[in-house]
């Protein structure tokens, strides 16, 4: 049972992205702020699907390729998705709050991006997915999520706030990244001093994962107003 269970949380990030999933087939209109996110959602599964693959290939007895030996490339291509889409989701909001700011810091990720790899990084590299790329991903994401925050405070509404897809879509990515970005932030030197902890530690992930996936299925059960 111990086993069962200790299982069924190494594939979090596969079952977690099937809350949403659900919400978003039985909903017939989507609002077009929420199809980034629909996109995400989709994307994700896919790519967490593969890596957990990769990842359990023994255990579930695949013959893979040896360039498919570690998944950390999966990784690194998920996060370039999932600022390149939440990106886009705030921009599609159409608020007009750091509205400059909000569409130059694409450019400047993509700066970086490849800038980092071609100069600093492996992002094929087999040891572990670049803490370097999640912790910037997830900073200019929580950055994204304050300002929307800030917006919401600002802005005179006569509507519940908690009832706005939008809202929840930024909770839930908020709570995920703030806790992405003190992983990884730490995530190489964990692994040089205490590996054992630095994958352990993944389980706090997950459930802020989990957590995610609960706040996109009220985003995809909430009306526009």
């Known amino acids: ?15 977690a992205l099937l809350i949403p999933l659900v919400f978003i087939l039985r909903r017939k209109v989507i609002p077009a702020f929420l199809k980034p996110v629909k996109i995400y959602v989709f994307a994700a599964l896919i790519l967490n ?5 990769i990842w359990k290939r023994y255990r579930l007895g695949l013959n893979l390729p040896d360039w498919l030996g570690s998944n950390n490339f999966i990784y690194n291509t998920h996060s370039l998705v999932r600022f390149a889409l939440f990106t886009w989701f705030f921009l599609a909001l159409g608020q007009h709050f750091m509205h400059r700011v909000k569409k130059i810091l694409p450019f400047l990720f993509m700066a970086f991006v490849i800038i980092n790899f071609i100069f600093y990084e492996d992002f094929f590299r087999y ?34 706030v908690s009832r706005q897809p939008d809202f929840w879509v930024a909770t839930g990515l908020s709570i995920y990244e703030a806790v992405s970005f003190t992983i990884f932030l730490f995530f190489n030197y964990l692994i040089a001093h205490n590996i054992k902890f630095a994958i352990s530690i993944w389980d706090v992930s997950n459930v802020a994962f989990i957590i995610f996936c609960i706040c996109l299925s009220r985003a995809f059960h909430e009306k526009s107003k």
Do not use: G, H
Request: proline share 2%; hydrophobic share 55%.
């Open 127 to 160: 040891a572990m997915p670049s803490s370097r790329l999640l912790a910037t991903e997830a900073a200019l994401l929580l950055f994204y999520c304050l300002q929307y925050f800030i917006y919401m405070l600002l802005e005179d509404r006569n509507i519940s």
């Open 49 to 53: 699907l593969f890596a957990i693959l």
């Open 1 to 15: 049972m111990r086993d069962f269970f200790k299982q069924l949380f190494d594939w979090t990030e596969v079952w």
